[in-house]
C-alpha cells in the first residue's frame, strides 16, 4: 500500500532532512547558523515566556516511556485547587510570563473538564494571560467548551509520526486518534502546538526526519521537541536513547524543525537542560528556538511531576525560575516578549 512518505516531494525533502541532521564540523556550523538566521528573521530577537503549571499527575494513561504513567506506584498523586492555581498565575505578568500552561495527566478525572472549563473562564476574567491547555485527548465538545470559556492554545504532542511505532509505546493509544484531535482543535480556531520526542527506542533518522516533515504538514503555531529520557520506573527504564552516543543530534534536530517551520513559536523545552546541565536551554535558543517555559508548579508539588529522571528546577520557586530565565535570555542578548505571543501564523479570533 502506497503511503504519504512515498509521494516523490516527500522523500526529496525527507533526504534533505536527513542530510542536515547528519551535517558535521563546517557544515554543522552552517546548519546552526541558518538556523538561527532563520529563526531572527521570522520570530525576532523576542524570548516569549510561558510558566507551567502542572496542576495535575493523576494520569489513566501507561505510556511506556512515562514516569506518571498510572501504573507507577512509586509516585505520590496530587491535584491543585482551582483556588491555588489562580493564585500561581496571578503572578505571572510581575515574572514577564504572559502565557499559563496548564498541564496534568490524561483521561483522569481529578480535575474534570467542566471545573477546567470554569478554571480558564477565571485566569481569563482575573488576568491579561493566554491560556494553553495540554492535557491530552479530548472530543470535540470537550475542546469547543474550552474554547468557549477562553482558552487560547492547545499543545498536544504527537510524540512519533510513525503509527507502528507510537504503538510500542502507547498500549492505550493511537496516532491516528492523536492526528484527529489535532485536526479538530485547528478546525475550531485554537492556536494549535504539537510535537515529538528525539531519539525513542526504535526510531531512526528517517523517522526522525519524518517528525519534523509532519510539524510543517500539519502548519501548527507551536512546536515542542525533547529527547527521550530513560525514566528507571518504566517499562523503557533500560533503555538507551536511541542517539545517546551522539547528544550533538538533540541540537541538530532543533536547527532542522526550525528550517522547515520558520514561523512557528519553538519553546527551548526543559529536558535540553537536563541532557546539556545549565547550558542546553541557551543552547537551544541559539539553535532556533524563541520560547522559554520555566515551570511555575509550586515547589511542593514540582518532585512528583517527573516524566523523566533528573528535571532541571525541581528545587527552585517559582520567582527564583523566573529570575534566572530573564537573566539567561538577556545574557543571549535576546529581549524578553511583550504580551501574550500570539501565533505568527495567523490572525487571532477574539473569542466572544
Ligand atoms: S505521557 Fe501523558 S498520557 Fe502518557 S502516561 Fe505520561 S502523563 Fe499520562
Redesign the pocket.
Known sequence: MKTEYDNQQHKTDRNAAIRMLQAQDKALEELYRRADAVRQQFMGNEVFIRGIVEFS?V?????Y??????ANERVKRYTMSADEIVEVVRHFPANRQGTVVLQ?????AAFGDEALGKLIRRIKRKTTVAVTVCI?NRSREVYQYWRDCGMDRYLIRF?TSDPDLYARL?PD?SLATRLDCLTILRDLGVQTGSGFMIGVPGETVEILANNILLCRKLDLDMIGIGPFIPHPDTPLGNTPNAYAADPEMFLKALAVLRLFNPDAHIPATTAYDAIFPGTGRDLALQRGANVFMPNATPNRYRNNYL?YPGKPCVDESADQCGACMIHRIQALGRTLGQGPGHSKKRAIEKIP
Open positions: 499527575n494520569c489513566a494513561r501507561n505510556c516511556y512515562c514516569g506518571i504513567r498510572a496534568s495527566g490524561e483521561a483522569s491530552g510524540e502507547h493509544s516524566l
